[in-house]
């Protein structure tokens, strides 16, 4: 195996990037704006040596202490022994969750998990859809193991030792535990194997896709046929209808293995619209979101940096962050949290340096849309500058476990491919696209897309290896700086010179100048390219090749010379708005479209940010001042700051609401279906603290109150927006009629009210008693769901409220990217922010501030506290399941440990060492 082999740009770990080691897109570090570079110096860690990354002996071995709240801090002489460590910690913590990725990523959950659920099962017309079946058929498509299977030897020699580790971990642990002493969830499932490096780097291409071609597989490509062809697979081997009963897949009969329960298929894809499906029409919603603060020497109080990290994403499933700190003495120690089955952290520190990251709102693909040659009656040419382009058909199979056999059914079907990539049924993403062969723009056509994501899944480990080496912000940049990526996320960063830095380094798309002036002329014209657009996709016509992506240097991405950047002394912040308010001080401008909107309205969520960062000694509706009396911040005051609690909202209009319910009294407010007093409520928000802690009384009236008057902004407002006060602007509330039975704010508070009638749910109730996370049981995929213990109060408020420490429901049937099932709201109530329509229950958190911490640099390094909200395990049997929860609705953050000697120290630690010894390359 040729370890060193590259094909692409890649980021071999420990070289200094832009001297002499054959990569390119590097630059000296021009092209940034505003910037101070303090002491920076870019002289890079130490190049790595072979016996740093690899075991040569093939023995692998790691330390493993274990401390409060499950946190494994592993250490290892080599890079491929530490990442042993990892995968042994996250199969144990995790095994359950982990196996299934595996799955998913190979296309293979109807092999073991039989054909699934109708992704809609409220809609009739879907259930010829069976989830797992077309999203197997999907990541097929997309080709996830077959890339990895291809790429792995390209991959640098770090990656490679690195994902070899993870997997031998892994197996380890399974071996050691057995299949039948597993977690409920996955106890005795086929589906949980020994796994291969290969595996696990599949795994990292469907990460790498999460806010891209990951949105497709519900539908959108494997509905994607021509006219006059059905999506519904057949089986792979035909046979005779009077053969015995099936042992095998040359046995099965056809005739009785229809897994789409008998409707045509064709039918329900020309009929096929967003809403019948489940999918996705506003992909600025991608159901991760985060806050992020690097805090600069202006700020602090020591004058050394600071940060906030403070995710949110789902409490279930995949997509969970799991907390470890990894050290190669000499080489790398980072204490972080990574999605599970990652092997590196992805949020978290070092001696010197911070990171933290929140989701961009850029761009990671554009659709194309194909003109179709009228002369060829099958509808797979298109016309590209006048030149024939044929659609290419590659043929797919999977393996489905039906009822009707003793193994899986192999079932194939057609798939297809334009220069871009795979196509896509247009009408299934938004009702105003056509289906393939349909009209749009005055003429026949198809849809496909292409991906920037689709070749950065080899840069995962390096480019996260690269920043955690990094002691400097000039080192810091190497990764991006030789066309690296971060996938989806924007990165804040802060050390301990006291340097901020933010960058928007995703993988977006490069237009040509003549490209974007083309589309803006698209825009202006075609009112569905225009709607796309603020939805977050970009719709470029196919027809020309002036819209394909401009090479250059990264693989058709913009390189780092083009890419929103800022440094600053002061602070850097996103809460998932675009790039250009990170400071509002210093706005960010000229960048390309594709990576969001500029000098538009802040979400009040960046709003309530921004404020806390202004005003650091003004705590608002809060007792909690963001910096203390000294408006210079800390790591222990940024993680109080955050469980504050305060609501942009709150503090903007409850005094006018309360005047309001001042003046009307017991009058009847009109509702619009009725009318009703609001003097219960009004009560209620009298007495409400104005925060979203556990005790606040009443709290819960002011989110059904804006959940109902939110969907009318920003008309109710009298001060417009102002891109030059984006943080304060629109404001202030459209002057109250004279009638208050008129009242818009009172008709919304009055409808608020009747929803929380209609549950049963005081307004005078504490928001711990209507506000509580639920844990599952662990329930294998197919099961039905259980709740394990008792619900948990849980602290936090909405987007719609303008909250900060962002909690929310998850009203998923299943784990986030999984099939295990979950308990959820049996249905919710429309404008309540997701109110369980079962009386009583409230809002079941499942979503929201999950690994989470404050940090600040001190004479003695870092200094951290928070926690992972939900916890280090899946495991309803595990120490590890709850234990951080408890902690979360206490407001009782852990201090994060960092140096051997607090690791020692903690009274709750364990220590092992593991050992395996593995085949050498």
Same mark, same amino acid.
């Given at each position: 195996?040729?370890?060193?082999?590259?094909?692409?740009?890649?980021?071999?770990?420990?070289?200094? /990037?832009?001297?002499?080691?054959?990569? =390119?897109?590097?630059?000296?570090?021009?092209? $940034?704006?505003?910037?101070?570079?303090?002491?920076?110096?870019?002289?890079?860690?130490?190049?790595?040596?072979?016996?740093?990354?690899?075991?040569?002996?093939?023995?692998?071995?790691?330390?493993?202490?274990?401390?409060?709240?499950?946190?494994?801090?592993?250490?290892?002489?080599?890079?491929?022994?530490?990442?042993?460590?990892?995968?042994?910690?996250?199969?144990?913590?995790?095994?359950?969750?982990?196996?299934?990725?595996?799955?998913?990523?190979?296309?293979?959950?109807?092999?073991?998990?039989?054909?699934?659920?109708?992704?809609?099962? *409220?809609?009739?017309?879907?259930?010829?859809?069976?989830?797992?079946?077309?999203t197997d058929f999907s990541y097929k498509a997309l080709g996830l193991y077959e890339k990895a299977q291809a790429e792995f030897d390209e991959l640098s020699a770090p990656s490679q030792a690195m994902l070899?580790?993870?997997?031998?971990?892994?197996?380890?642990?399974?071996?050691e535990t057995g299949n039948d002493n597993l977690p409920a969830k996955c106890n005795g499932g086929d589906w949980v194997f020994p796994i291969t490096a290969t595996d696990v780097y599949a795994y990292y291409?469907?990460?790498?896709?999460?806010?891209?071609? $990951?949105?497709?597989?519900?539908?959108?490509?494997?509905?994607?046929?021509?006219?006059?062809?059905?999506?519904?697979?057949?089986?792979?081997?035909?046979?005779?209808?009077?053969?015995?009963?099936?042992?095998?897949?040359?046995?099965?009969?056809?005739?009785?293995?229809?897994?789409?329960?008998?409707?045509?298929?064709?039918?329900?894809?020309?009929?096929?619209?967003?809403?019948? !499906?489940?999918?996705?029409?506003?992909?600025?919603?991608?159901?991760?979101?985060?806050?992020?603060?690097?805090?600069?020497?202006?700020?602090?109080?020591?004058?050394?940096?600071?940060?906030?990290?403070?995710?949110?994403?789902?409490?279930?499933?995949?997509?969970?962050?799991?907390?470890?700190?990894?050290?190669?003495?000499?080489?790398?120690?980072?204490?972080?949290?990574?999605?599970?089955?990652?092997?590196?952290?992805?949020?978290?520190?070092?001696?010197?340096?911070?990171?933290?990251?929140?989701?961009?709102?850029?761009?990671?693909?554009?659709?194309?849309?194909?003109?179709?040659?009228?002369?060829?009656?099958?509808?797979?040419?298109y016309i590209k500058d006048g030149e024939p382009k044929r659609i290419e058909e590659r043929t797919l199979t999977i393996e489905v476990l039906t009822d009707q056999a003793p193994v899986p059914l192999p079932?194939?079907?057609?798939?297809?491919?334009?220069?871009?990539?795979?196509?896509?049924?247009?009408?299934?993403?938004?009702?105003?696209?056509?289906?393939?062969?349909?009209?749009?723009?005055?003429?026949?056509?198809?849809?496909?897309?292409?991906?920037?994501?689709?070749?950065?899944?080899?840069?995962?480990?390096?480019?996260?290896?690269?920043?955690?080496?990094?002691?400097?912000?000039?080192?810091?940049?190497?990764?991006?700086?030789?066309?690296?990526?971060?996938?989806?996320?924007?990165?804040?960063?802060?050390? $301990?010179?006291?340097?901020?830095?933010?960058? *928007?380094?995703?993988?977006?798309?490069?237009?040509?100048?003549?490209?974007?002036?083309?589309?803006?002329?698209?825009?202006?014209?075609?009112?569905?390219?225009?709607?796309?657009?603020?939805?977050?996709?970009?719709?470029?016509?196919?027809?020309?090749?002036?819209?394909?992506?401009?090479?250059?240097?990264?693989?058709?991405?913009?390189?780092?010379?083009?890419?929103?950047?800022?440094?600053?002394?002061?602070?850097?912040?996103?809460?998932?708005?675009?790039?250009?308010?990170?400071?509002?001080?210093?706005?960010?401008?000229?960048?390309?479209?594709?990576?969001?909107?500029?000098?538009?309205?802040?979400?009040?969520?960046?709003?309530?940010?921004?404020?806390?960062?202004?005003?650091?000694?003004?705590?608002?509706?809060?007792?909690?001042?963001?910096?203390?009396?000294?408006?210079?911040?800390?790591?222990?005051?940024? !993680?109080?700051?955050?469980?504050?609690?305060?609501?942009?909202?709150?503090?903007?209009?409850?005094?006018?609401?309360?005047?309001?319910?001042?003046?009307?009294?017991?009058?009847?407010?009109?509702?619009?279906?009725?009318?009703?007093?609001?003097?219960?409520?009004?009560?209620? /928000?009298?007495?409400?603290?104005?925060?979203?802690?556990?005790?606040?009384?009443?709290?819960?009236?002011?989110?059904?109150?804006?959940?109902?008057?939110?969907?009318?902004?920003?008309?109710?407002?009298?001060?417009?927006?102002?891109?030059?006060?984006?943080?304060?602007?629109?404001?202030?509330?459209?002057?109250?009629?004279?009638?208050?039975?008129?009242?818009?704010?009172?008709?919304?508070?009055?409808?608020?009210?009747?929803?929380?009638?209609?549950?049963?749910?005081?307004?005078?109730?504490?928001?711990?008693?209507?506000?509580?996370?639920?844990?599952?049981?662990?329930?294998?995929?197919?099961?039905?769901?259980?709740?394990?213990?008792?619900?948990?109060?849980?602290?936090?408020?909405?987007?719609?409220?303008?909250?900060?420490?962002?909690?929310?429901?998850?009203?998923?049937?299943?784990? $986030?990217?999984?099939?295990?099932?979950?308990?959820?709201?049996?249905?919710? =109530?429309?404008?309540?922010?997701?109110?369980?329509?079962?009386?009583?229950?409230?809002?079941?958190?499942?979503?929201?501030?999950?690994?989470?911490?404050?940090?600040?640099?001190?004479?003695?390094?870092?200094?951290?506290?928070?926690?992972?909200?939900?916890?280090?395990?899946? *495991?309803?049997?595990?120490?590890?399941?709850? *234990?951080?929860?408890?902690?979360?609705?206490?407001?009782?953050?852990?201090?994060?440990?960092?140096?051997?000697?607090?690791?020692?120290?903690? /009274?709750?630690?364990?220590?092992?060492?593991?050992?395996?010894?593995?085949?050498?390359?």
């Amino acid at each position: 195996m040729k370890l060193f082999k590259f094909k692409r740009p890649l980021l071999a770990a420990g070289v200094s /990037l832009c001297l002499g080691v054959g990569l =390119i897109g590097c630059s000296s570090g021009g092209g $940034d704006d505003n910037v101070d570079s303090g002491n920076n110096t870019g002289t890079g860690p130490a190049a790595l040596t072979a016996s740093q990354i690899s075991a040569s002996d093939g023995k692998l071995s790691a330390r493993i202490q274990t401390t409060t709240g499950g946190v494994p801090h592993i250490t290892a002489d080599n890079l491929q022994s530490v990442a042993f460590g990892s995968g042994y910690v996250q199969a144990r913590d995790n095994i359950c969750i982990i196996a299934d990725s595996i799955v998913r990523a190979r296309g293979e959950r109807a092999k073991y998990y039989g054909p699934g659920t109708p992704i809609n099962p *409220d809609d009739p017309e879907n259930q010829q859809l069976p989830v797992n079946i077309v999203t197997d058929f999907s990541y097929k498509a997309l080709g996830l193991y077959e890339k990895a299977q291809a790429e792995f030897d390209e991959l640098s020699a770090p990656s490679q030792a690195m994902l070899r580790g993870f997997a031998a971990g892994y197996n380890k642990y399974l071996a050691e535990t057995g299949n039948d002493n597993l977690p409920a969830k996955c106890n005795g499932g086929d589906w949980v194997f020994p796994i291969t490096a290969t595996d696990v780097y599949a795994y990292y291409q469907l990460v790498a896709l999460y806010a891209s071609g $990951d949105q497709f597989t519900g539908g959108p490509i494997f509905l994607a046929v021509p006219p006059g062809t059905s999506p519904r697979p057949r089986l792979a081997v035909q046979t005779s209808a009077t053969s015995p009963a099936p042992t095998s897949f040359a046995d099965a009969d056809p005739a009785s293995t229809d897994v789409f329960n008998a409707k045509a298929l064709a039918e329900f894809a020309r009929s096929a619209t967003p809403k019948s !499906i489940g999918a996705k029409t506003d992909f600025n919603d991608r159901g991760m979101a985060s806050n992020g603060w690097g805090i600069g020497s202006e700020m602090t109080e020591n004058g050394k940096g600071a940060l906030l990290a403070n995710p949110h994403f789902p409490y279930t499933g995949n997509r969970r962050l799991y907390q470890m700190q990894l050290t190669v003495p000499g080489v790398y120690n980072v204490n972080g949290a990574g999605l599970i089955g990652i092997v590196i952290p992805l949020i978290g520190f070092n001696e010197n340096i911070a990171w933290t990251h929140t989701v961009s709102t850029a761009q990671h693909f554009t659709l194309y849309d194909l003109t179709l040659d009228e002369s060829d009656s099958s509808y797979m040419t298109y016309i590209k500058d006048g030149e024939p382009k044929r659609i290419e058909e590659r043929t797919l199979t999977i393996e489905v476990l039906t009822d009707q056999a003793p193994v899986p059914l192999p079932f194939q079907r057609e798939f297809y491919f334009s220069e871009y990539g795979p196509m896509l049924a247009g009408n299934v993403i938004n009702a105003n696209l056509p289906a393939w062969g349909g009209e749009f723009a005055g003429r026949e056509s198809a849809l496909t897309y292409r991906d920037a994501n689709t070749e950065t899944a080899r840069q995962v480990v390096d480019q996260w290896l690269n920043m955690g080496r990094a002691s400097n912000l000039a080192q810091f940049k190497k990764p991006f700086e030789a066309c690296g990526s971060v996938l989806w996320v924007n990165t804040m960063y802060a050390d $301990d010179s006291g340097q901020a830095f933010y960058i *928007d380094g995703t993988s977006v798309p490069q237009l040509s100048p003549g490209a974007l002036q083309a589309f803006q002329a698209r825009i202006n014209f075609n009112p569905v390219v225009a709607g796309l657009f603020d939805a977050g996709v970009t719709l470029l016509d196919g027809s020309r090749s002036l819209n394909d992506w401009v090479e250059g240097d990264c693989d058709g991405r913009v390189p780092y010379a083009g890419a929103p950047k800022l440094e600053r002394r002061d602070y850097v912040q996103n809460s998932n708005d675009s790039y250009w308010a990170t400071n509002p001080k210093s706005f960010l401008t000229g960048y390309s479209p594709l990576y969001g909107k500029t000098n538009s309205i802040l979400s009040p969520r960046t709003r309530m940010g921004l404020k806390m960062l202004e005003n650091p000694t003004d705590p608002g509706l809060s007792t909690v001042a963001p910096a203390g009396s000294d408006g210079k911040f800390t790591g222990e005051e940024i !993680i109080k700051a955050l469980y504050s609690n305060r609501a942009y909202y709150a503090e903007t209009l409850l005094d006018e609401l309360r005047s309001r319910c001042d003046n009307a009294g017991d009058t009847a407010i009109n509702t619009g279906s009725g009318s009703r007093s609001v003097a219960q409520g009004c009560a209620a /928000l009298a007495n409400w603290d104005g925060v979203y802690d556990v005790n606040s009384t009443g709290a819960h009236v002011f989110r059904m109150f804006m959940a109902d008057y939110d969907p009318t902004y920003p008309a109710q407002f009298s001060v417009d927006f102002d891109p030059q006060n984006p943080e304060t602007t629109p404001s202030t509330p459209n002057a109250a009629p004279s009638n208050p039975a008129q009242d818009p704010m009172l008709a919304s508070l009055a409808r608020g009210l009747d929803r929380l009638d209609q549950v049963n749910i005081a307004y005078n109730a504490r928001l711990g008693d209507v506000q509580r996370e639920q844990q599952s049981a662990g329930t294998r995929p197919n099961g039905t769901p259980a709740k394990s213990g008792s619900p948990i109060e849980w602290h936090g408020n909405q987007n719609l409220e303008g909250g900060f420490n962002i909690v929310r429901p998850d009203t998923d049937p299943v784990e $986030d990217g999984t099939r295990y099932p979950r308990y959820a709201p049996a249905d919710t =109530i429309e404008d309540s922010g997701d109110l369980s329509s079962t009386p009583g229950e409230g809002w079941l958190i499942g979503y929201g501030t999950s690994w989470h911490f404050g940090l600040s640099f001190t004479d003695n390094g870092p200094e951290g506290y928070g926690l992972i909200s939900y916890s280090q395990s899946d *495991d309803a049997g595990s120490d590890h399941f709850e *234990d951080q929860d408890q902690r979360y609705s206490n407001k009782n953050y852990r201090k994060l440990l960092y140096r051997q000697a607090d690791i020692a120290a903690n /009274l709750a630690r364990k220590q092992e060492n593991i050992e395996a010894t593995v085949e050498t390359e």
